[in-house]
C-alpha cells in the first residue's frame, strides 16, 4: 500500500493541540514529519493536572512525527532548523508573529531560502485585525464567536464547548494540500492561513449564516429544549432511566406514519395530523404529548424501536459508547495500540477512509530528541562527529 | 490563478455535510458540478429557516453552501440520465456523494461502476457511519452526534445535553471530505488512478470530540465524559465569570505570577491574602469557594471594566460575546470570515460566511451564490459533453434532463 504524502517533508514548530495535530494528519499519510523540539523550553501545560502516567495528548498529537530537539536559545540551533526548512516541501507552526520574526523562522526569512515553500500558520484571530497578536487560546476564540450564551438552557451560564479549535487542525491541512496542489502546477509557494477564530465560526455555520440572513432575538439568547421550532427535529428528551433521546426529522410529514403510533399518538389525531399543525399552531402541545411519552419508557426500548422502523432518531450517549463500539473499530475510528509500558491502550484513530493509501500509524510519538541523529545525519548530511560535537555542546540533544 | 483550477467535481450531495465539502474546492477555484433531481433539487433548497423563524427573504441555507457551483439537473432514474451521467465521470476528476449506498447501487453509481468509466476518478463519499461495518440507520448530524458522546459531557450537571450547533458535525465532515479529495488528487500525481476516499459523519464527529475524548480513551475518567460544573473547575483561573452586565472569558494559568496580578486587578476586593488562596494547590483544592469569591467581586463591575484592567494587567481574556457582536466584529471582516457579495434573489448585497482558510497567492472567493436549479444543464451537455444541439432535445423528450 502506498502513502498519499510519501516523499514530502514538512517541518512541524508548532506547540498547541490543534496546531500539532494538523501535522499528525500529513504523517498519518506517509508525510515525512520532523518534529521541533525545543530544548529547555516546557510544553505549554495549562490545565494544571497532575500527569497523566501515560501522555495520551502527545500520543495523538506526535505520532507519526520525527523529534529533532535543538536549543533555539542559540543562533546555531536555529541555523539547523532553518536549513531543515530549506529543504522542506511544508513548514507548519502555529506560534506568535513576534516570536516566529525573532528566532528568524518567519516567512520571509525561510521563503528566502526556499522560494516554493509552503508555510502554514494557524493563530488565534487571522493574520490581519487589530486582535491578531492574541494568545491562540481557543477558549478567547469561542468566547468571540457567539455561540456560548445559546448553547444552554435559559438562566443557565454560557458553554464553553472546546470542538471550535478542531476545525482549525483540518482547515491547515486542507489549506497545505490545496498549496501543494497549486506548487505541483505552477512551481510556486505561498504562505497558508487560518485561525481559531476561523475554525470557531466555520463550525457555527448554519446557526450563523441564518442569523446574518434573518437576525432576531431568538439567536441570542437560549431557547427553551420545549420551545423547539419542530417537535420532532433537534430537540432532545428524558427517558424513563433519565438517559435523553434526540430526534431529526425535519421533513415530519414522511415520518409521522411510523413515528406516531411508537409515542402513543393516532396518526389521524386532528391535532398533529399535518406538518403545519405539528410546527405551527400546536407545536408546544405537542412537544408536552412527547416529554411525556419518552418518559414511560427506558432509552434500550427507544433504541431498539428506532432501528426497527429505521427513524431518525438515537439516545444520547457519553463516551463508553464509542469507546465499546465495533462500529468505530472496524472503521478505525479509534485504535488500541500496545504501549512499551502501559500494554494496550485505546487512542482517536483515523477520521478519513482512503481505499489505496489508508492512513497509519508508522510509529508512536516520539521521545525528545529521539530522532535527533537521523534527522541531522540523513537528512542534512551532517557526519558523525559534527553531530557528537553538537550533542556535547549542546545545541541538540 | 485559483489553486485548484481545472479540476472538475460531480457534486451528487443533498442537505449539508456532502454539498459542503464540494463548497471547499468550489471557493479555491474547482469547477463544482450540482448535480440534483429535476423536479425539485437538492432537498437543502427548502430548508428556508431554523428555529421556528419567520423565513428570510433569501435562500440563505441552499445560496451559501452552494457558492461557487453550477448546477444541472439529471434524473438518475432514467437510463439516458446516466448516461449522461457516464460521461460527465469520464470528462471529471472527482465524484463526491452523500446518497445511501442503496441508492448510489440502484443507480449503478458504485465505485467499481465509475472506476470503469475513469480510473483516475477519485471517488468520495460522506457517509453516516463509515465505510466498513454493518451499522445502517440514518444519519443527520444531531443523532451520529448523540452517539460520540460529545452532546452528553456539556452543561451544569442535571442539565440536558448539549447540541454545539447547527450542522457543527456535518460541516465537520465536510470539511474532511475536501481534505482527503485533496490527499486523493496529491496520490494521483503519483500513480495516475483515482481512489475511494469517505469521511463519515460518525468518523468525524469522533475527531471532533478529540480533547476530551482522547483524555477519555486514556483514563477512562467521567471528568471528561460527563457533565462538569463550572463551580468546580480545574482551574478556577480559567473560567466564565458573570459581571455586573455581561459573561466573560478568564484565561489565566494557576501559577503565582497569574494570581498576583488578577488580585492586583481586582482592586480592594482582592483575595491576595486569603490564606485558603495562597498557592497553586490550594488554589485547586478550594476551586468551589474561589468560584463563588470571584463571581461576587467580579459582579461588582460591568464586563468592559474588567476586560480594560485585565488587557492592561496582561492577562487573557475575553466578554462572551453573542452572534450580533460576532457580526459586527471588525476581526472577522478584516480576515474575510464574514463578507458581503452579490445575491440575485433579492438584488442587493447580503452578508455571508466568508473564507476560513487563507492562501496569499492563490486566495479563495466566492464569485456567486448557489445556483438555480438545473441552469447550467444544457452548456455543460454541449460545451464539456460535446452533444448535439439534437441529441439534448432528444434527451429532454426521453425525460433524461428537464
Known amino acids: 500500500m502506498s502513502r498519499a504524502l510519501g516523499g514530502l517533508l514538512v517541518v512541524d514548530l508548532t506547540v498547541e493541540f490543534w496546531g500539532s495535530l494538523a501535522g499528525a494528519m500529513l504523517g498519518d499519510f506517509g508525510a515525512s514529519v520532523v518534529r521541533i523540539d525545543a530544548l529547555g523550553a516546557p510544553e505549554p501545560q495549562r490545565d494544571d493536572e497532575p500527569a497523566p502516567a501515560w501522555n495520551h495528548r502527545a500520543e495523538l498529537v506526535h505520532r507519526n512525527k520525527a523529534s529533532l530537539a535543538v536549543d533555539l536559545m542559540s543562533e546555531r540551533g536555529r541555523d539547523i532548523v532553518r536549513v531543515l526548512a530549506s529543504k522542506a516541501d511544508v513548514v507548519l507552526t502555529d506560534r506568535p508573529r513576534a516570536q516566529l520574526q525573532t528566532l528568524g523562522f518567519d516567512y520571509e526569512s525561510l521563503a528566502a531560502l526556499r522560494a516554493d515553500l509552503i508555510y502554514a500558520r494557524g493563530s488565534g484571530f487571522g493574520p490581519e485585525g487589530p486582535d491578531r497578536d492574541l494568545p491562540a487560546l481557543d477558549e478567547l476564540a469561542a468566547a468571540r464567536t457567539g455561540m456560548m450564551p445559546i448553547l444552554p438552557q435559559p438562566g443557565q451560564p454560557p458553554v464553553y464547548p472546546g470542538h471550535g479549535q478542531m476545525y482549525t487542525t483540518i482547515m491547515l491541512a486542507f489549506g497545505i494540500m490545496a498549496a501543494l ?43 427553551s429544549r420545549l420551545d423547539a421550532g419542530n417537535p420532532m427535529s433537534g430537540t432532545v428528551y428524558m427517558s424513563e432511566d433519565g438517559l435523553w433521546v434526540t430526534l431529526t426529522m425535519p421533513d415530519t410529514d414522511r415520518w409521522w406514519p411510523e413515528f406516531a403510533p ?124 559534527d553531530i557528537t560535537a553538537l550533542r556535547d555542546e549542546g545545541t541538540i540533544a | 490563478m ?69 448546477s444541472m439537473a439529471l434524473d438518475l432514474k432514467t437510463q439516458a440520465g446516466r448516461d449522461i451521467m457516464y460521461r460527465l465521470i469520464e470528462h471529471s476528476d472527482v465524484f463526491l456523494s452523500n446518497l445511501t449506498s442503496d441508492n448510489l447501487e440502484a443507480w449503478q453509481l458504485t465505485h467499481d461502476k465509475l472506476a470503469a468509466v475513469n480510473s483516475r476518478l477519485v471517488y468520495a463519499t460522506t457517509t453516516g457511519y463509515g465505510h466498513y461495518g454493518t451499522t445502517k440507520k440514518p444519519s443527520f448530524d444531531m443523532t451520529v452526534q448523540a452517539l460520540t458522546g460529545i452532546m452528553s459531557r456539556l452543561g451544569e450537571p442535571e442539565e440536558p445535553p448539549i447540541y454545539l450547533g447547527m450542522g457543527s458535525g456535518d460541516a465537520y465532515g465536510g470539511l474532511m471530505a475536501a481534505f482527503a479529495i485533496l490527499l486523493a488528487l496529491h496520490q494521483r500525481e503519483a500513480t495516475g488512478k483515482g481512489q475511494m476516499i469517505d469521511a463519515s459523519l460518525y468518523g468525524a464527529q469522533l475527531f471532533l470530540a478529540a480533547p476530551t475524548l482522547q483524555a477519555y480513551l486514556a483514563t477512562g475518567s467521567t471528568r471528561y465524559s460527563r457533565q462538569q460544573s463550572r463551580t468546580a473547575p480545574a482551574n478556577p483561573l ?24 488578577l488580585c492586583r486587578s481586582l482592586g480592594a476586593a482582592a483575595p491576595a491574602t486569603d490564606p485558603r488562596f495562597d498557592t497553586a494547590k490550594k488554589r485547586r483544592e478550594n476551586a468551589t469557594a474561589l468560584v463563588a469569591l ?64 487563507r492562501l496569499s497567492k492563490t486566495p479563495g472567493s466566492v464569485r456567486s451564490l448557489g445556483p438555480e436549479l438545473g441552469q447550467d444543464t444544457e452548456l455543460i451537455l454541449f460545451e464539456t459533453l460535446g452533444y448535439s444541439w439534437d441529441e439534448i432535445a432528444d434527451l429532454k423528450a426521453k425525460g433524461a434532463i428537464p
Not at chain 1, 492561513?193 to 432575538?217: K, P, R
Not at chain 2, 489553486?3 to 460531480?10: D, K, N, P, Q, S
Not at chain 2, 459581571?243 to 497569574?258: H, I, Q, S
Open chain 1, 262 to 385: 411508537l409515542v402513543g399518538l393516532d396518526v389521524v389525531d386532528p391535532r398533529f395530523d399535518s406538518h403545519e399543525k405539528r410546527c405551527g399552531e400546536h407545536r408546544l402541545e405537542m412537544m408536552r404529548v412527547l416529554e411525556q411519552a419518552f418518559r414511560t419508557r427506558p432509552a434500550a426500548h427507544w433504541r431498539q424501536v428506532f432501528l426497527e422502523k429505521q427513524l431518525s432518531a438515537d439516545v444520547i450517549e457519553d463516551y463508553a459508547f464509542p469507546a465499546a463500539d465495533p462500529q468505530v473499530y472496524r472503521n478505525r475510528y479509534i485504535v488500541a495500540l500496545e504501549h512499551p509500558s502501559l500494554g494496550a491502550v485505546k487512542t482517536l484513530g483515523f477520521p478519513i477512509f482512503m481505499s489505496d493509501s489508508p492512513a497509519r500509524l508508522f510509529r508512536t510519538a516520539p521521545c525528545r530528541g529521539q530522532h535527533s541523529f537521523e534527522v541531522l545525519h540523513d537528512v542534512l548530511g551532517y557526519g558523525e562527529d
Open chain 1, 181 to 223: 496542489h497549486h506548487r505541483r502546477r505552477t512551481g510556486e509557494g505561498q504562505q497558508v492561513d487560518t485561525s481559531l477564530l476561523a475554525g470557531n465560526m466555520y463550525g457555527a455555520s448554519l446557526d450563523l449564516q441564518a442569523f446574518l440572513a434573518i437576525g432576531g432575538e431568538r439567536f441570542l439568547h437560549p431557547i
Open chain 2, 238 to 261: 480559567w473560567n466564565t465569570y458573570p459581571t455586573k452586565d455581561r459573561w466573560v472569558f478568564l484565561c489565566v494559568p494557576n501559577g503565582a505570577e497569574g494570581w498576583k496580578r
Open chain 2, 2 to 70: 485559483s489553486a485548484l483550477e481545472g479540476i472538475r467535481v460531480v457534486d451528487l450531495t443533498v442537505w449539508f455535510q456532502g454539498p459542503v465539502a464540494a463548497q471547499h474546492l468550489a471557493d479555491f477555484g474547482a469547477e463544482v458540478i450540482h448535480v440534483e433531481r429535476p423536479k425539485s433539487g437538492d432537498q437543502g433548497r427548502g430548508v428556508r429557516s431554523i428555529k421556528a423563524l419567520p423565513v428570510g427573504d433569501w435562500n440563505q441555507y441552499f445560496l451559501v453552501i452552494n457558492r461557487n457551483k453550477k
Open chain 2, 294 to 357: 470571584l463571581d461576587e467581586v467580579l459582579r461588582g463591575q460591568d464586563a468592559a471594566e474588567w476586560l480594560r484592567r485585565w488587557r492592561e494587567a496582561g492577562l487573557a481574556a475575553s466578554l462572551v460575546a453573542n452572534l450580533a457582536e460576532l457580526a459586527e466584529d471588525r476581526q472577522a471582516w478584516d480576515n474575510d470570515y464574514l463578507m458581503k457579495t452579490h445575491c440575485d434573489e433579492v438584488s442587493r448585497e447580503v452578508t455571508i460566511r466568508g473564507l476560513p482558510v
